[in-house]
């Protein structure tokens, strides 16, 4: 075909190439900075990390008297605070610019109001609140906290270092 019966045609952008350019990529927009410093709270950020780590070490199980100090629900509280008061101090969304917070909320909002319709409403309500809503704010604090490439690569690196000592575990029960 020639040039002007591709141009006619009305595809995608990268069919409106010519034929010999078929293979090269359209071009995107310029991206944010990747050193972009984070508009968003490091205690925020590292309250998060540290209860990363509460969550998958588990100090409190190796620890006598950390377990009642509740080490993760506190990193959570101080996490979610400093994020809060950064967010409103700075005029940020508190809920990031994702619209899956939207509809997260939406099926917690959902979730409780349909809670007395179900066969069990108490057990119901205590599972929402035990398991759902925490692992809600969780993925709040992870979706507005984590803004740029350099958190996002030390969250990668964190996590991944905190998994060594579970497979040492499991390799070393196996």
């Known amino acids: 075909r020639t040039n002007e019966a591709v141009r006619d045609c009305r595809m995608t952008p990268i069919a409106a190439l010519s034929p ?3 293979w090269r990529p359209a071009v995107s927009p310029p991206a944010r900075d990747a050193s972009a410093r984070s508009q ?3 205690v925020a950020y590292w309250g998060l990390m540290f209860f990363m780590f509460c969550l998958l070490i588990a100090p409190q199980s190796f620890v006598p008297g950390l377990g009642s100090l509740h080490l993760a629900a506190v990193a959570v509280a ?3 605070t400093a994020h809060l008061v950064m967010a409103f101090h700075r005029g940020h969304s508190v809920f990031g610019t994702h619209s899956s917070m939207l509809w997260a ?3 917690a909002g959902w979730a409780l109001l ?3 319709f179900s066969y069990w409403p108490g057990g119901t309500v205590s599972l929402l609140l035990d398991l759902y809503f925490k692992s809600l704010v969780i993925f709040w604090l ?3 906290v984590v803004d740029t490439r350099d958190r996002l690569k030390q969250l990668v690196t964190w996590l991944t270092m905190l998994t ?3 497979g040492a575990t499991a390799i070393m029960h196996f």
């Open 20 to 22: 010999q350019e078929w």
């Open 78 to 80: 101080i996490a979610s």
């Open 142 to 144: 992870f979706g507005a």
């Open 164 to 166: 060594v000592p579970i």
């Open 114 to 116: 349909t809670a007395p």
């Open 40 to 42: 968003r709270s490091a």
């Open 105 to 107: 909320g939406a099926l």
